[in-house]
């Protein structure tokens, strides 16, 4: 079973718009990760947040996290045709493995 | 550096036949872990080594699956009597730390069972 869900399943918006991307959990976490994963490829490591922090920074990425509602959101600024692409929220916890959202699948529009 | 790969990239499977995936980490990472994706979906857990000890095995879907690690570098994930629900994507991931660290994702193997 998936801990995350994921809001919106389906993001269309033109390129140099922001895409905004939110996952919500249901346990606690050691951190909180989302990947990306272009159509039949492997899943990219985009960031790392970690439970005692709120907000991370990395390009045109930031992330937030907040621990007493159990939800993270991803916020990609000035977005381009490139960053189409399905975008995943996992949790670690104690267990070491990762607990997937189903993902959004973003389609930026040249 | 090399990723992380996996071999073959893709497979077909009649039902009833066995098969073995392969996964390559990334040179040095302790940790490796196999997921499964279904179509439209996220990656679930399958089985999770911390060098060759196999540490966690709950994500496995029934015992037609096995994992191994012998020399805590490649490992194979082994799917015997295969069924149709079994078709997925098989996605391994190392990591060179045992916590708290992002995993490097191989490309993965397309099961297709018919």
């Known amino acids: 079973s998936q801990q995350g869900e994921e809001d919106p399943q389906a993001l269309s918006i033109q390129e140099g718009e922001n895409a905004t991307m939110n996952c919500s959990y249901k346990t606690s976490i050691n951190n909180l990760q989302w990947y990306r994963q272009n159509s039949g490829r492997g899943l990219v490591h985009l960031i790392l947040i970690r439970s005692n922090e709120r907000e991370k920074h990395s390009g045109r990425l930031r992330v937030t996290l907040d621990t007493s509602k159990k939800s993270s959101s991803l916020l990609i600024t000035a977005s381009r045709a490139a960053d189409t692409a399905s975008y995943f929220c996992a949790t670690e916890n104690a267990g070491n493995m990762l607990t997937f959202g189903g993902g959004t699948r973003l389609m930026v529009k040249p | ?114």
Do not use: M
């Open chain 2, 1 to 114: 550096g090399a990723g992380v790969s996996q071999s073959p990239r893709y497979k077909v499977a009649k039902r009833g036949q066995d098969v073995a995936l392969r996964c390559d980490p990334i040179s040095g990472h302790v940790s490796l872990f196999w997921y499964q994706q279904a179509l439209g979906q996220g990656p679930e857990f399958l089985t999770y080594f911390q060098n060759e000890a196999q540490l966690d095995k709950s994500g496995l879907p029934s015992d037609r699956f096995f994992a191994e690690r012998p020399e805590g570098s490649v490992s194979t994930l082994k799917i015997q009597r295969t069924q149709q629900e079994d078709s997925a994507v098989y996605l391994c991931a190392s990591s060179g730390q045992a916590y708290s660290y992002e995993q490097y994702f191989g490309p993965g193997t397309r099961l297709t069972v018919t």
